[in-house]
């Protein structure tokens, strides 16, 4: 069982930054790909970031590659989201998830998730 708590969600201007984070069991980096996903009001929830299992290389979704970074701290057990150059389509509840597949980047790929964190980007 991998046990995913997120935070770090909030309110934050247009063009500001936000760093989201997920504590995870420990062992997980090991054994599990990463990955964060959103999902707005009334929409599907979305892939957003990736980092995979064992070797923690990140991939990004194409709405967010170059704004938003995936890191992970093994001796915090943790990986975080930093999110910078915000914009009002980022608006959602932001999920991290665990697969044990070596890649994902849909949410039927994990099999386990954290219960979100909001973000609101308001100009």
């Known amino acids: 069982q991998v046990q995913l708590v997120e935070s770090g969600g909030g309110l934050v201007q247009t063009g500001g930054s936000l760093r989201l984070s997920c504590a995870v069991s420990?062992?997980?980096?090991?054994?599990?790909?990463l990955g964060w996903f959103r999902q707005a009001q009334g929409k599907e929830r979305e892939f957003v970031a990736l980092?995979?299992?064992?070797?923690?290389?990140?991939y990004y979704s194409a709405s967010v590659k170059g704004r938003f970074t995936i890191s992970r701290s093994t001796a915090e057990n943790t990986v975080h989201l930093q999110m910078n150059s915000l914009r009002n389509e980022d608006t959602a509840v932001y999920y991290c998830?665990?697969?044990?597949?070596?890649?994902?980047?849909?949410?039927?790929?994990?099999?386990?998730w954290g219960q979100g964190t909001k973000v609101t980007v308001s100009s």
């Open positions: 998830a665990a697969a044990s597949a070596a890649w994902g980047i849909t949410p039927s790929d994990y099999s386990y």
């Open positions: 980092m995979t299992r064992n070797t923690g290389n990140p």
């Open positions: 420990e062992g997980t980096f090991r054994s599990y790909t």
